[in-house]
């Protein structure tokens, strides 16, 4: 069986080359940056990027200024909303069909890591629109159960609703983007016998670590440390 391949038109290569520097510009003119943790990013693919999602100004944010140009996860929805759909469109992300297993969507992403490169994912599976974290959607375990690569939790802090509304009063909000150390999802515990359970609990660990990463007012539904149970697997 032939296997999936994930290779965008030169064109859009092109264009993500160079809207990359001009979101740089922006959110440098419109905000103060902090970026920490750079020195935890790997110096090559494959792996995956997991980041918390509370407004459409973190996935440009995260893959602004971040090392590679990554490949985008995102909701279908996205690509027939105005504005953001000829962004999705011209950058040539994966659509996703949420609340069920999109197969299409899932073979697009083995294939971009199986070719060694880098893939932003939000577990979360969608923006929360408020600081605290949402529980997150099993898809990225659906994901991991077919090729094992390490995940690079990002903490996002500042990209609120309000955002632009306060940016372009002059406000320059602060936004930061803490990276954390690489770390591979470990097994399920062996009691847990249901399937969906299982990886439900595997999905809950990996925001688990995007939530140490975060201000206690972003943790949300992982707030405290009750919410992991599975023991840490770190990345070479």
Not at 109 to 120: D, E, K, P, S, T
Request: charged fraction near 20%; charge should be positive; aromatic fraction near 10%.
């Amino acid at each position: 069986m032939k296997k999936s391949t994930f290779d965008p038109p030169f064109y859009r290569h092109l264009f993500r080359q160079l809207v990359r520097p001009v979101f740089r510009g922006i959110f440098h003119l419109l905000a103060q940056i902090t970026i920490s943790g750079l020195e935890n990013v790997p110096k090559k693919g494959p792996y995956i990027i997991i980041f918390n999602h509370v407004s459409i100004y973190d996935p440009p944010l995260v893959g602004a200024f971040w090392p590679t140009v990554p490949e985008v996860l995102g909701a279908v929805d996205v690509w027939s909303r105005p504005g953001q759909g000829l962004l999705a469109r011209l950058y040539g992300g994966i659509p996703i069909v949420r609340g069920e297993v999109d197969r299409s969507a899932m073979d697009s992403c083995i294939a971009v890591l199986r070719q060694g490169r880098v893939l932003l994912i939000s577990p979360e599976g969608t923006r929360s629109h408020t600081p605290g974290l949402k529980q997150a959607k099993p898809g990225l375990t659906y994901l991991l159960a077919k090729i094992r690569v390490p995940l690079i939790p990002v903490a996002v802090v500042g990209t609120t609703d309000t955002f632009f509304s306060e940016a372009i009063k002059g406000k320059r909000p602060r936004l930061t983007m803490q990276i954390g150390k690489p770390f591979f999802l470990p097994k399920p515990q062996e009691e847990i016998a249901n399937p969906k359970e299982a990886r439900q609990e595997q999905a809950d660990y990996a925001l688990s670590r995007i939530a140490e990463l975060l201000p206690e007012d972003y943790q949300g539904f992982y707030a405290g440390s009750t919410r992991r149970r599975i023991q840490p697997t770190q990345a070479a």
